[in-house]
């Protein structure tokens, strides 16, 4: 009797999760980094020109401060287009492997079935369920990246900290073998 492969699909869902999460902290740095350019140049440009404004200099005339404040706004543009086109071609390249990684990932999942069905064999079942429990804590800990990561982001655009919802470690790695230990326990009762 040919049975179907439960662990296969689930352990590429869950895999396909941590890829999916990566790529999310991903979009977050760029966020980051882009906000932090721009508030970096904004910055800039407000202390060059309350610099102008506020001293007299002789042979500056106000005519020549508007000029310099314009050479600067336009260097501080070129600055700003060129990290952001550099961060949307990255943002291209790592979705592009990403989907490359998720669709080969599918393929092996189909093809891990069919060979069980073929063989009528649980080898790669079990194998499956055995790696479960290492691939639910990368999947916890690729959550916690992207949280990082959006705070981060969300700090480098302005927002205020979110201090009252910082991940202490010490918990991520206290729980990560309770849930191995947990998911281990799970296989063995289903053997």
């Known amino acids: 009797m040919a049975h179907q492969s439960l662990a296969s699909p689930r352990l590429a869902s ?28 904004n910055g800039a440009n407000t202390r060059y020109v309350k610099f102008l ?6 042979f500056v005339t106000e005519a020549v401060k508007v000029s310099l404040i314009d050479a600067r706004q336009q260097i501080a543009g070129f600055v700003e287009t060129g990290l952001a086109g550099g ?17 080969g990932i599918e393929r092996l999942s ?31 800990i690729a959550n916690r990246v992207v949280a990082g ?22 918990e991520v790695v206290a729980a990560a073998p309770r849930a191995a230990k947990k998911a281990v326990r799970r296989v063995k009762a289903r053997g």
Do not use: W
Not at 150 to 165: C, K, T, Y
């Open 53 to 58: 404004n506020t001293r007299s200099m002789p």
């Open 87 to 103: 961060a949307d071609r990255a943002d291209q390249a790592i979705d592009l492997l990403s989907g490359g990684v998720k669709g």
């Open 14 to 41: 869950v895999t396909i999760g941590v890829v999916g999460q990566y790529n999310r902290a991903r979009q977050a740095s760029g966020r980051c980094l882009r906000s932090g350019v721009q508030r970096a140049v």
């Open 110 to 140: 189909h093809m891990a079935q069919r060979i069980e069905t073929v063989f009528d064999t649980k080898a790669i079942t079990t194998a499956g369920s055995l790696s479960m429990p290492v691939a639910q804590v990368s999947l916890e």
């Open 149 to 170: 990561t959006q705070r981060l982001s969300a700090r480098a655009a302005g927002a205020p900290s979110f201090d009252a919802i910082e991940v202490d470690m010490a």
